[in-house]
C-alpha cells in the first residue's frame, strides 16, 4: 500500500520583547549577580504542524547596557505542533532592555 506524502511546511518570523513586555525582567537590577536571569516567550505558529516541527532561532537584535558586559543567550524550549517557547536569558550583572530573534520552524 502507497499512502499519500505529506507535504513540508516551512513558517518564519522575527520577534521582539524588552521593557514594554509585562513581566520583562532582564533588565532589573542584580541583587545576586551569580544567578542566572530568564525569560520565556511563548511563540504561537500560524498554522499548527501534524507534530513537532524543528525550530531553528536566530538572535537578531538587542540593547543591552554599556556599562556592563554583553551576555545573552536565546534557546528552544518547549516545541508543540502548536508553537514553541524561546528562553531568553543573562546572567552576572548584564541588564538587557530589549531582544528580537527571528524563527524558523520546519515539519509537516
Same mark, same amino acid.
Given at each position: 500500500?502507497? @499512502?499519500?506524502?505529506?507535504?513540508?511546511?516551512?513558517? /518564519?518570523? $522575527?520577534? +521582539?520583547?524588552?521593557?514594554? $513586555?509585562?513581566?520583562?525582567?532582564? /533588565?532589573?537590577?542584580? @541583587?545576586?549577580? %551569580?544567578?542566572?536571569?530568564? =525569560?520565556?516567550?511563548? #511563540?504561537? =505558529? @500560524?498554522? /499548527? &504542524?501534524? @507534530?513537532?516541527?524543528?525550530?531553528?532561532?536566530?538572535?537578531? +537584535? =538587542?540593547?543591552?547596557?554599556?556599562? %556592563?558586559? *554583553?551576555?545573552? !543567550?536565546?534557546?528552544? +524550549?518547549?516545541? !508543540? %505542533? &502548536?508553537? &514553541?517557547?524561546?528562553?531568553?536569558? !543573562?546572567?552576572? $550583572?548584564?541588564? #538587557?532592555?530589549?531582544? %528580537? =530573534?527571528?524563527?524558523?520552524?520546519? +515539519? *509537516?
Amino acid at each position: 500500500m502507497i @499512502s499519500a506524502p505529506i507535504p513540508w511546511k516551512i513558517l /518564519s518570523a $522575527t520577534h +521582539g520583547v524588552g521593557v514594554l $513586555t509585562p513581566d520583562w525582567n532582564l /533588565s532589573d537590577p542584580v @541583587s545576586v549577580p %551569580e544567578e542566572s536571569r530568564l =525569560f520565556l516567550v511563548d #511563540v504561537l =505558529f @500560524s498554522v /499548527s &504542524f501534524a @507534530s513537532p516541527p524543528v525550530v531553528h532561532l536566530g538572535l537578531s +537584535g =538587542f540593547d543591552i547596557d554599556q556599562h %556592563e558586559s *554583553a551576555r545573552l !543567550t536565546i534557546k528552544v +524550549g518547549e516545541i !508543540t %505542533e &502548536f508553537g &514553541f517557547q524561546a528562553v531568553i536569558s !543573562t546572567w552576572s $550583572t548584564t541588564r #538587557v532592555y530589549a531582544a %528580537e =530573534f527571528s524563527w524558523l520552524a520546519v +515539519g *509537516a
